[in-house]
């Protein structure tokens, strides 16, 4: 069975300080996404990342897969309120359709 | 907003009933996928739709059943409703398989 787990799955900081949220597998996936949710509102996508080792940044926000493809993080760098939600990471189930989804980190980011 | 519809917001019923939620792909799209968001689980997969056709199922209930029409919109009928079926609903769609999913607002239902 295909799992995806995500740590922490809380996290409240202040404005400015940077943070990293990881996202483990035992199973390769053949990509990984992260997507970020907000309270009444569904997933929007971030980024998807496709090759072992690959990094991608969207301003603030780098994203990483591991080199075995088992793996990912998101760091953030000097946070915002406007940061805050919950992020989810997600990996293509086997048959390449569905997404297998790990349980979420839930940012807060208070000024 | 992604482009993805889904109606309606907000459904409260009583245990035992059945209701349908509806939802329009982002034009141009051909794949339709229903998750489930529920505290305990997370976002769970139900079933996914191509073009018309059932394509994989996940975690849905026999109680659940889903269509794709050829205008590309989606349903998903929950039947005998139980209270442990209160989540949110959230319809995505892609161009085509394996492609990136687009969510959809979601549909809250609670069932009392």
């Known amino acids: 069975t295909q799992l995806l787990e995500q740590s922490p799955q809380f996290l409240s900081i202040q404005e400015g300080e940077n943070l990293t949220v990881y996202c483990n597998s035992s199973s390769v996936f053949s990509s990984l996404q992260w997507y970020r949710q907000e309270p009444g509102e569904g997933p929007v996508l971030l980024v998807t990342?496709?090759?072992?080792?690959e990094v991608k940044k969207l301003k603030r926000l780098t994203f990483q897969f591991g080199d075995a493809r088992k793996d990912s993080s998101l760091h953030i760098t000097a946070a915002q309120p406007g940061d805050t939600g919950l992020y989810l990471c997600?990996?293509?189930?086997?048959?390449?359709?569905?997404?297998?989804f790990g349980k979420g980190t839930t940012l807060s980011v208070s000024s | 907003d992604s482009g993805v519809t889904q109606t309606p917001k907000h459904l409260i019923t009583a245990t035992g009933q059945r209701v349908t939620l509806r939802c329009s792909p982002r034009?141009?799209?051909?794949?339709v996928y229903w998750y489930q968001q529920s505290l305990d689980q997370g976002l769970q997969f139900l079933i996914q739709?191509?073009?018309?056709?059932?394509?994989a199922k996940g975690n849905i209930l026999e109680r659940f059943s889903a269509q794709q029409f050829p205008d590309l919109h989606s349903e998903l009928n929950l039947s005998s409703l139980e209270l442990g079926d209160s989540a949110l609903y959230f319809c995505a769609s892609s161009v085509e398989e394996g492609r990136e999913q687009y969510f959809g607002p979601g549909t809250r239902l609670t069932v009392t």
């Open positions: 997600a990996g293509r189930n086997q048959a390449g359709t569905a997404l297998i």
């Open positions: 034009s141009g799209d051909l794949s």
């Open positions: 739709y191509y073009n018309g056709e059932e394509r």
């Open positions: 990342v496709v090759t072992g080792g």
